[in-house]
Structure formats: C-alpha cells, structure tokens
C-alpha cells in the first residue's frame, strides 16, 4: 500500500526520468563488465601471440612481384647492387602512411648510393596505381603477386623496412612506423658506417 502511494505523489516525468536512469545504470554496468571481460581476452591473446618477423642474417628468397603495368618481375639476389631498400606497405594503411614520409627522405637520400629501392604493396594493382599518382611516389612500387611472399618474408604487419645484402640476407627488418633514428641508421647501414 504505501508503495502505491508513493507512485501516486510522483509526477509522471520524474517517474521516467527515474526508471530511465535506472536503465541506464543497468546497461553500465552490463557494459563495464563486458568491457573487464574483453580486456581479459585481448591480454591473453597478445601473451599468447609472439610477432615473427625476420632477423639479422636470415636468407630470404627472391622476389616475385607485379609491376603497376601488370608485369610479373623477380628481385633474385645476388644483384649489381649493394644492397636492396624494401618497403612493405598497404595503400589504405594509417601506420603506411605515416612512415611514407620517412621512405621518401631515404629514397631522395640515398637513391644514388649502392643500394636498389623497392615498394611492395599489398593492396591491388588498381589502388596501387591510384597511391602512387596521389602521393607521386618516386621510388619503384610494385604489388606482391605471390602469397608465399608474404609467409617466405614473414609479413605479419605493415609496414615493414627491410634491408638485404646481395646474397639475399637480411641486414635489418624494422616492422612499424619508422623512427627518426630509424631513418638515420638505415642511412648508416646502407653507407656502411655501421650496423643497426
């Protein structure tokens, strides 16, 4: 009884504005703990999960990969050069993006040094052709046509700078955005001024 009563002095806006703020209550906290329980997931995922990617001295085998004009071509080592400049990239990728601007320093750097440049997309041929004319990309970008690239390369994330020796060993495989001192060792790699 004295509940009723107590609904009857309630105004009908309070008594919604009450029920929808306990709704609102309920649904925080359903989500809060949905939340507690995703992060628990994510964290046992990534303890679980170790990044493979390549390392120093590891041999790599050639290249095959499409040129914009639909070509297939092949990087084999050894080459005429000193060393190969890879960037592994995808056309709609933030982290790609962000670090182009470091591949373009080292490509105007060291475009006449002892080494070759090479892009490797990910992305289709068509949206490759569109990257390259919207950023005018002066560096070789080519499209990865072969999937045993990507296990053969262990390419679990882009972008990944990758430097090889002619023999087809790795000098330095960097997976993510470049760093200004990134930058800067690969240039002392490529020049032979030291080791990254």
């Known amino acids: 009884?004295?509940?009723?009563?107590?609904?009857?002095?309630?105004?009908?806006?309070?008594?919604?504005?009450?029920?929808?703020?306990?709704?609102?209550?309920?649904?925080?906290?359903?989500?809060?703990?949905?939340?507690?329980?995703?992060?628990?997931?994510?964290?046992?995922?990534?303890?679980?999960?170790?990044i493979s990617k390549l390392e120093e001295g590891e041999l790599v085998p050639p290249l095959t990969f499409e040129t914009l004009e639909g070509i297939t071509s092949k990087l084999s080592f050894p080459g005429s050069k000193d060393s190969y400049l890879l960037f592994f990239l995808k056309v709609d990728c933030p982290h790609c993006n962000n670090t182009l601007g470091k591949w373009l320093m080292l490509t105007d750097v060291l475009n006449h040094e002892k080494c070759s440049i090479l892009g490797l997309s990910l992305s289709d041929r068509v949206e490759t052709q569109?990257?390259?004319?919207?950023?005018?990309?002066?560096?070789?970008?080519?499209?990865?046509?072969?999937?045993?690239?990507?296990?053969?390369?262990?390419?679990?994330?882009?972008?990944?700078?990758?430097?090889?020796n002619p023999e087809g060993k790795v000098k330095t495989c960097i997976l993510g955005e470049l760093t200004d001192k990134n930058v800067d060792d690969i240039i002392s790699e490529i020049r032979g001024q030291g080791s990254i």
């Open 1 to 50: 009884m004295w509940f009723i009563s107590i609904i009857q002095k309630i105004k009908p806006l309070d008594l919604a504005h009450s029920i929808l703020t306990i709704i609102l209550i309920i649904i925080t906290f359903i989500l809060s703990r949905q939340n507690q329980s995703l992060k628990e997931k994510i964290s046992n995922i990534i303890s679980h999960q170790t």
């Open 130 to 164: 569109k990257y390259v004319r919207d950023n005018n990309i002066p560096f070789t970008l080519g499209v990865i046509s072969d999937s045993q690239i990507v296990d053969n390369y262990k390419i679990s994330g882009v972008p990944m700078t990758l430097i090889v």
